[in-house]
């Protein structure tokens, strides 16, 4: 019969430290994988649903009217396919699957709107796009919920490639910071553009890639990967960068077959961009004339508007500091975490995202024009390292304070750590600003227009300065509307004494002061009492702040004036 002496059974201050550290382990595991696929993929779809939902409502309060100069490039080109039914959009500078996505989408919204509206509409009733405002707003609404679509499907795909690498907390957190990105905010709803669909294919790759890293079949390695990149390429010609982290996954562990599988790679992504857009063969010659202007415009013309950085290191540091500025500065310092437990974990993963964010970075630094849209892929990316990196901060956190035996509840010890950490991480967040965006009120014009019935007596005369770019579609038809520009209108109250007996409104832009015409207007910030040249006004309605000097504001300020007679 053994003894049992005091070095079998004595327990030493290390097996102490042992056995707190396997029940922190414990508790860290099951928090990890305590909710599967399934319940993560709910939250994230009731998630994005909400968010969606609160974006058509934008769309909805700010329609008719143009958010963004860009848009006309597509959707007019959309136009211009269904009222011509030409598929060549003779214009190359973009690639043609958004405009044809654009095309579908807009035929979908003319069936649409046509069934709301007093009388059938045709193609022909699709009016120009690069005008003030949309005509049929209804129509044009479809295709920017697609582009809402689009754009949640991209945080959707991120989110499954950053389910694979951390679980379910790192796929919904990075999901919440990639909504709140002011770029993605605007880019998923304000307009019409290539990198909302770039950005959706090249986050389907990256899954693919990340969620398939242990298999070798030509299908995953050749066939899938190749697709996805030429749908990038088709959506903006920077995606053909994707091709780059489908590389490195396949000469990252080299086999017999992976010189058939990168030559497969190629072959499937020049067929899928030829399919999708096949003017490229067809009108090869203004296709690569499209491609050289385009080069010449952002390395040597520049972009008139945009902001312009020296090409190179600075321009490279301008993206980085951009792709900070999307996350947060706080959760920004744990990105260096995050890559490094990546390396330790999954290295074959590290290198797929550091490759494709290194030759992202290097390839628009030698541009000059800088649009920080162009690095709206690594702006979704970037949180998924980030968030990594502060989950497992907090894991390793809880592990340490636990061994230690600070308290014997480990609730308090994980509620602890995970308050410090959210604290540091939403240090510089643009979280609030995404939530004022996200409830943002309608456009004042469309406020405007629902309450005019209220605020304008019947026959009223209505001046509306060609300035405020107002659609008059939405007022009641009884009012007689007069559309001037009053850089050509010295005096407005001329036209304010009119016809006796008839009342007389005027609806007065109230930016840029220092124009000329402003120098006959002076009008109050709330509604009061002020004047009109020479005559006393009433001011009934002042529309929201806008910015000065705009040229194009999605909420102008305003001020409804009444002449007192």
Request: hydrophobic share 50%; net charge positive; proline share 6%.
């Amino acid at each position: 019969m053994e003894s049992a002496g005091p070095s079998s059974r004595a327990v030493t201050p290390r097996r102490r430290w042992w056995s707190a550290a396997r029940t922190a382990i414990r508790h860290v595991r099951e928090s990890t994988v305590g909710a599967p696929a399934l319940t993560t993929s709910l939250v994230l779809a009731v998630f994005l649903g909400v968010v969606g939902s609160a974006q058509v409502r934008l769309v909805k309060g700010s329609l008719p009217y143009v958010l963004h100069p860009d848009d006309t490039y597509i959707t007019d080109a959309a136009r211009r396919i269904l009222q011509s039914g030409d598929l060549n959009p003779h214009w190359y500078s973009y690639p043609t699957l958004p405009a044809y996505i654009a095309t579908g989408s807009l035929a979908l919204g003319l069936i649409h709107a046509s069934g709301e509206a007093r009388k059938a509409l045709t193609v022909r009733d699709i009016g120009s796009m690069s005008g003030a405002y949309y005509r049929p707003a209804a129509a044009v609404q479809v295709v920017r919920e697609v582009w809402i679509l689009m754009a949640l499907l991209a945080v959707g795909a991120t989110a499954a490639w950053a389910f694979s690498l951390g679980g379910w907390r790192v796929a919904l957190f990075a999901a919440m910071v990639i909504v709140c990105s002011p770029v993605w905010l605007a880019e998923a709803w304000t307009y019409v553009n290539v990198d909302t669909p770039l950005s959706l294919f090249i986050a389907a790759g990256l899954a693919h890639l990340l969620t398939s890293l242990d298999r070798n079949s030509l299908r995953d390695r050749s066939i899938v990967p190749g697709m996805l990149c030429g749908a990038a390429m088709a959506s903006k010609y920077t995606g053909a960068l994707l091709l780059l982290p489908c590389g490195v996954i396949i000469w990252s562990r080299p086999t017999r077959d992976s010189v058939l599988q990168t030559v497969m790679l190629g072959i499937t992504a020049v067929a899928t961009f030829a399919a999708l857009s096949p003017f490229f063969f067809l009108d090869l010659p203004h296709f690569l004339d499209g491609l050289a202007f385009e080069s010449w415009h952002y390395r040597v013309r520049g972009h008139r508007g945009a902001r312009e950085v020296a090409a190179g290191m600075p321009q490279a540091l301008a993206y980085l500091t951009d792709a900070v500025s999307q996350c947060g500065t706080g959760l920004s310092v744990f990105a260096a975490f995050g890559l490094s437990v990546l390396v330790r974990e999954r290295w074959r993963a590290a290198a797929v995202l550091t490759a494709f964010f290194v030759v992202w970075v290097l390839f628009f630094a030698q541009y000059k024009v800088h649009f920080n849209r162009n690095a709206l892929p690594l702006f979704m990316l970037f949180p998924v390292i980030s968030v990594l990196g502060a989950v497992r901060a907090y894991d390793a956190a809880v592990i340490a304070i636990s061994a230690r035996r600070v308290t014997r509840d480990p609730r308090i010890v994980r509620a602890m750590v995970a308050a410090t950490i959210l604290a540091a991480a939403s240090i510089g967040s643009p979280g609030a600003q995404a939530l004022e965006r996200l409830t943002a009120l309608p456009d004042t014009r469309n406020q405007f227009a629902e309450g005019a019935a209220l605020q304008l007596p019947a026959h009223a005369e209505l001046l509306i300065p060609q300035q405020l770019k107002f659609s008059s579609e939405g007022l009641p038809k009884q009012i007689s509307v007069s559309v001037v520009d009053l850089t050509k209108e010295p005096s407005v109250a001329r036209w304010l004494q009119g016809k006796p007996g008839s009342p007389h409104f005027a609806l007065l832009p109230r930016w840029d002061q220092s124009s000329l015409w402003m120098q006959h207007v002076v009008t109050a910030m709330q509604p009061g009492v002020a004047a009109l040249g020479r005559q006393r006004v009433l001011v009934l309605y002042s529309g929201l702040p806008a910015i000065p000097g705009a040229r194009i504001s999605p909420n102008p300020e305003f001020s409804l004036v009444r002449l007192e007679r």
